[in-house]
């Protein structure tokens, strides 16, 4: 058993060290220390699921471990900055200025490509509307424009507007969630004021209905219910 | 912070847990081995009874654990250690006494317990 404890610690150091040499666009959405926890542990799980003759035991030990581990880096990474960027590196300009750092690709390995086509996800067709581009720690791509070529907000019109906060669902696919109607302070009678102004009878005809905080509904009928 | 402690401390307890189960693992394979030693000796004195008597012994020893050793060793292991148990004690109590073959066994039952110990111990041909 205690070959199983060091030998976990071990590869679950290796394989973190591994993965943050591979580069952060190798990563996706999943800092290094996640990811090599998700790749380890469905494999361990797997293990003594399929062998009988392994003790589960020696699957439930490193999973215990990797869980652990993951808790003390984490706690680290929240409480050393140095230790943070030593795992999990640092955000890595790859455009400024409209211009590409040729450099921060090759050191980050991600090609012009690839940069690209992120950009153009992103709904950037070129780069000269780029001020800076970064690669962030967890593989993704954060691109902030010219001042100029941001979208003209409400405030800089000067144009006055009313917060209209976060929608809750009271309908879901016929399903009416009463304790979101109820926390919210509304009656079933307005519940059916408000369906009625869409042109249907009863919550089981709505998809989708929602409310925000001033009140302002949105409705889907359901197919059924539309035609 | 708590978080940290209650981490480190799981590792800790594991890491002490699996020292013991070292322990008493080499304890128990210790007094195994001690007994089929003697079992050997006896029978190269001719005590065939006296052998049996041992490995009887050792293998009511081993039963006493084979649940603990069920859910800490891989079941190949213990199973080849139990087969090899009955084949000694087939060589004791049956009625033509083979003493090379019982040495053989015997030899190779000792190797196995051996092993079994060596696997769990924290060394660097083990980690590797």
């Known amino acids: 058993m205690f070959v199983v404890l060091i030998r976990t610690v ?8 591994g993965i943050r040499l591979l580069g952060k666009h190798q990563i996706g959405q999943l800092e290094p220390s996640e990811l090599v926890l998700t790749l380890i542990i469905a494999d361990l799980a797997s293990v003594p699921m399929q062998d009988n003759g392994i003790p589960l035991l ?18 680290l990474c929240t409480r050393s900055i140095r230790f943070r960027a030593l795992l999990c590196g640092r955000p890595s300009i790859v455009v400024e200025n409209g211009q ?43 691109v902030l424009p010219f ?11 000067g144009v006055s507007t009313q917060e209209t906060g976060l929608p809750v669902v009271l309908v879901s696919d016929g399903h009416l969630l009463e304790h979101n109607l109820k926390g919210l302070g509304y009656e079933p009678v307005w519940l059916e004021k408000q369906l009625a102004s869409h042109g249907l009878h009863s919550y089981r005809q709505a998809f989708l209905l929602t409310v925000d905080e001033v009140g302002t509904t949105y409705c889907i009928p359901k197919k059924e219910a539309a035609k | 912070m708590k978080r940290l402690y209650l981490s480190i401390g799981l590792i800790a307890l594991l890491a002490a847990l699996s020292g013991l189960h ?15 030693t003697q079992a050997q000796e006896l029978v190269e004195r001719e005590d065939w009874e ?13 039963m006493e654990c084979e649940g603990y050793l069920h859910i800490t060793l891989r079941h190949a292991d213990t199973d080849a250690i139990q087969i090899s148990m009955d084949e000694a004690l087939a060589f004791l109590e049956g009625g033509e006494k083979q003493p090379a073959e019982y040495a053989a066994v015997n030899a190779r039952l000792l190797t196995q317990l051996g092993l079994l110990v060596e696997a769990e111990l924290p060394t660097l041909t083990n980690l590797l």
């Open chain 1, 10 to 17: 071990v590869l679950y150091l290796f394989i973190v060290v």
């Open chain 1, 58 to 75: 020696w699957g439930l030990i490193p999973i215990v471990v990797l869980l652990a581990l993951s808790t003390i880096i984490s706690v």
């Open chain 1, 100 to 142: 590409v750092l040729e450099a921060e690709l090759k050191k980050n390995r991600l090609t012009l490509d690839e940069l690209m086509e992120e950009l153009r996800i992103q709904g950037y067709a070129d780069f000269k509307s780029i001020k800076f581009a970064l690669l962030e720690t967890n593989g993704q791509l954060s």
């Open chain 1, 147 to 157: 001042a100029a070529e941001k979208p003209v907000t409400a405030a800089q019109m």
């Open chain 2, 22 to 36: 070292t322990w008493q693992l080499n304890r128990v394979i210790s007094q195994l081995t001690d007994q089929l």
């Open chain 2, 50 to 62: 006296g052998a049996a008597r041992l490995t009887h012994q050792a293998k009511d020893r081993w």
